[in-house]
Structure formats: structure tokens, C-alpha cells
């Protein structure tokens, strides 16, 4: 079943920060976005059910949101794993434990993305959760 999804505009925090989440959609509208265990957690302390919803970052928020993605959050990643001598980042990202991995929804979705190039785009926006008895939208990331 795919997941709810809508469009809508950017959010940034007071603060300037990325509060934002990433994902990838294959061409023929399949979500590609891990499920952590976290997320259990994160559903249960909200009062939430069901599956995940998405809302997408729309026209020109969508560019300038990945200009800073792309500068404060993958590249200094990516950085860091070639300064200790790891040339192939993608395939040493791809085998770190999900400890490691949830919460780095950016690297996550572009490492599926330069792998996927042709198949896949990347998405930026919020994703979350139906409150309980409720038909409001628990916004966990964005």
C-alpha cells in the first residue's frame, strides 16, 4: 500500500535548521524510505497509528532546501568518510547498522538516488503519522 502523500511548502526553523525529512519515489510512484525501529517508539509516545504520511516540498523551496541539504548535511558526511581514507562512501554507508543510519535520512535517500539515477528522484518535506482517533497529522520530521 503506498503511502499518503501530499505537497506542501517549506518549513525551517527559527534557528536556520533542517527540520526536514528525505526520501526517495521510484517512476512509477513507490516510496523508498527506511523503516527504523525508532519510529515504533517515536508512534507509540505521540499516540499515533498507521502508516507513514509524506507531505513534499514544492517549486523553489524544493531547490533551495537542497543547496543547504546539500552543505550542511551530506556533503560534510561524505567529507569526513573520504579525510579517513574511505574512498567507496556509498557501499560503506550501505553496510553500517541501523543505529547508524536512522535519523540520516538525507545520506540514506541520495545514496539510493546515485544508485538508482534514472529510476528515482529525491523528495524533501515532512513525514509523520495520524494521530490516534484523530484525522490530524503528526508532523515527527518536518
Not at 512509477?28 to 497509528?49: H, L, P
Not at 567507496?88 to 538508482?116: M, T
Amino acid at each position: 500500500m503506498r503511502p499518503t502523500y501530499s505537497k506542501c511548502n517549506a518549513t525551517i526553523t527559527e534557528c536556520g535548521g533542517l527540520d526536514l525529512h528525505s526520501w526517495c519515489e521510484t517512476i512509477d510512484g513507490k516510496i523508498i524510505d527506511a523503516d527504523f525501529k525508532i519510529y515504533d517508539t517515536i508512534k507509540e509516545m505521540n499516540k499515533c497509528e498507521g502508516e507513514k504520511k509524506y507531505c513534499e516540498l514544492i517549486g523553489e523551496d524544493k531547490k533551495k532546501i537542497w543547496k543547504l541539504i546539500w552543505k550542511n548535511a551530506i556533503h560534510p558526511k561524505i567529507k569526513a568518510m573520504n579525510e579517513i581514507g574511505i574512498n567507496d562512501w556509498v557501499g560503506f554507508w550501505r553496510n553500517l547498522d541501523e543505529a547508524q543510519q536512522s535519523l540520516n535520512c538525507f545520506l540514506n535517500a541520495y545514496v539510493y538516488h546515485i544508485q538508482n539515477p534514472k529510476t528515482s528522484r529525491l523528495c524533501f518535506g515532512k513525514m509523520g503519522w495520524k494521530k490516534q482517533n484523530s484525522k490530524q497529522i503528526w508532523w515527527e520530521f518536518g
